[in-house]
């Protein structure tokens, strides 16, 4: 099925493909498999998709009932640790927003100058990789605040955190929403420090918005961002 997928987003030049997630949410929350062959798919499309690739965690978006897109009132959150999955799922959820129905809270979460805890600060040269992360970063989102300096409807915000237990926290804070985008594979300390493997395909942060750690209703967007070589990142046993 896989080969089908990609083949058709290629032939369409399709700038995005949006695969379900292989479980669904029960009555009392919790998440139960009722897909297990999605996953497989789920992993073969996003180690070889023409473009970029969103696995979606529904959790009653937009309900049954279909409305007129007059009537449409979202409410949106990204949350914004860095790298280019997570520029992905920005730029995204600011064409959601276009929609004036829609509104857009995105946070970028940094590590606090102080911080001793589990989250470490670590000194790199100019020229090194992560220094040019944090390079793309900073220009894309200073791009996105300029771009919605007079929109009503985005709100950007930065919180500082200095470990695990601050940044979940932040999060519980801000997932209150008809939808969360994230990136599957953010970069930065902060994101580092979240490491979680339970779902790979959702990466660090998409795993914990679907855990008991980080209740909520809301449906999650994991996106991946398109590169011309994709590398093999998917294992999946569960």
Same mark, same amino acid.
Request: proline content about 4%.
């Given at each position: 099925?896989h ?5 058709t ?16 949410q ?8 009722t897909?297990?062959?999605?996953k497989?798919?789920?992993r073969?499309v ?6 970029s ?11 049954t ?19 280019g ?20 809270t ?12 589990e989250?470490? /600060?670590?000194?790199? %040269? ?6 040019k @992360? #944090? +390079?793309? &970063? ?18 950007y915000?930065?919180?500082a955190?200095?470990n ?7 999060m ?6 008809n ?17 979680r /493997?339970?779902?790979p %395909? ?5 795993a914990? @918005? #679907? +855990?008991? &750690?980080?209740?909520t ?7 991946q ?14």
């Open positions: 099925m080969v089908d997928i990609c083949a987003a290629g032939r369409k030049k399709a700038a995005v493909i949006i695969l379900p997630f292989h479980k669904h029960r009555l009392d929350g919790s998440l139960e498999t897909r297990s062959d999605f497989h798919v789920n073969r996003l180690e070889n998709a023409p473009c690739v969103g696995i979606l965690v529904d959790r009653g978006l937009g309900g009932s279909h409305i007129s897109a007059s009537n449409v009132s979202y409410s949106i959150t990204v949350l914004f640790f860095g790298g999955d997570d520029r992905e799922a920005l730029a995204y959820g600011a064409r959601m927003a276009e929609h004036p129905g829609i509104r857009l995105a946070l970028r979460f940094v590590v606090e100058p102080s911080s001793t805890g989250i470490v /600060s670590v000194d790199v %040269e100019e020229s090194s990789p992560s220094s @992360l #944090v +390079s793309e &970063d900073d220009e894309f989102l200073n791009e996105f605040k300029a771009k919605i300096a007079n929109d009503d409807s985005i709100t915000e930065e919180r955190v200095k695990t237990a601050e940044t979940v926290a932040v519980r804070e801000f997932v209150h929403c939808l969360v985008l994230v990136g599957r594979r953010p970069q930065g300390e902060v994101a580092y420090a979240l490491n /493997s339970e779902y %395909e959702l990466g660090p942060i998409g914990l @918005l #679907v +855990s008991q &750690d980080c209740p209703i809301a449906s999650v967007l994991v996106m961002q398109y590169q011309h070589q994709q590398l093999s990142e998917v294992s999946v046993n569960k």
